[in-house]
């Protein structure tokens, strides 16, 4: 047999939450809470934030942005990797999911850090890139509509710090990206995501097989 990921039936997940899994009873409350939603999905994996969380240590950022907030838990695991003077720019459309999120962003006494912007994406970003703001941040977690991912990504390495990291989530899409038979509009947004990033020379990359599959891309 060749080298290959594990595959993570039941018993092993709960093995692997079990003996690394470190959330805090908030974030455990904000899970629960939004797993009654309807689009509880789009929420990110308790391992997931919690590597997150343990990215934003290891690299030092100060100054981030998530595109993509939904009820606040990713960006509160961005938060808690961040020093007290970090700033997290959170960017998403929805009052009612992101009111979800502010709640459980004071409980957890990191709502000073976080800054959302309620407007779509693309603005939020391009008037930071207006505003001079060009290779200022640290950061950027992309978990938003995916036919935007492109648009997305190519400003947020304009806002990126050269050896800044670019965190994409969704990129196996359940799988579909692998199945040629299924050509919906967002599988076929992410596979080009998928196929444009492989070629593009001005990051280095690593995709791996986290949550629904998760790019990190450096910027050179
Ligand atoms: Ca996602």
């Known amino acids: 047999m060749s080298a290959k990921t594990i595959f993570l039936n039941q018993p092993v997940y709960d093995y692997l939450r079990d003996v690394s899994l470190r959330e805090s009873e908030i974030m455990t409350a904000l899970r629960n809470e939004t797993a009654g939603l309807e689009m509880a999905i789009m929420q990110i994996a308790p391992e997931q934030g919690q590597f997150m969380t ?3 240590q290891l690299l030092g950022v100060r100054k981030a942005i998530e595109v993509g907030t939904f ?13 007290e003077d970090g700033r997290l720019i959170a960017c998403d459309i929805s009052d009612e999911w992101t009111t979800i999120g502010k709640r459980y962003w004071q409980l957890a006494g990191q709502s000073d850090k976080i800054d959302l912007r309620l407007a779509p994406a693309i603005e939020t970003l391009d008037g930071l890139l207006n505003n001079g703001q060009a290779g200022e941040f640290d950061f950027a977690f992309i978990d938003a509509d995916k036919q935007n991912y492109l648009n997305y990504y ?3 390495l304009q806002l990126l710090r050269p050896g800044g990291l670019i965190m994409v989530d969704n990129v196996l899409w359940d799988g579909s990206v692998a199945d040629p038979e ?4 967002d599988t076929c947004a992410i596979r080009e995501f998928n196929s444009f990033i492989k070629s593009d020379v001005r990051i280095d990359i690593s995709m791996i097989p986290v949550g629904d599959g998760l790019t990190l891309i450096r910027k050179k």
Not at 71 to 83: N, V
Not at 182 to 185: A, D, G, L, S
């Open 154 to 156: 190519e400003r947020c």
């Open 71 to 83: 009820t606040g838990y990713s960006a509160l695991a961005i938060a808690m990797g961040l020093p």
């Open 54 to 56: 343990l990215l934003m």
């Open 182 to 185: 299924n050509q919906k509009p």
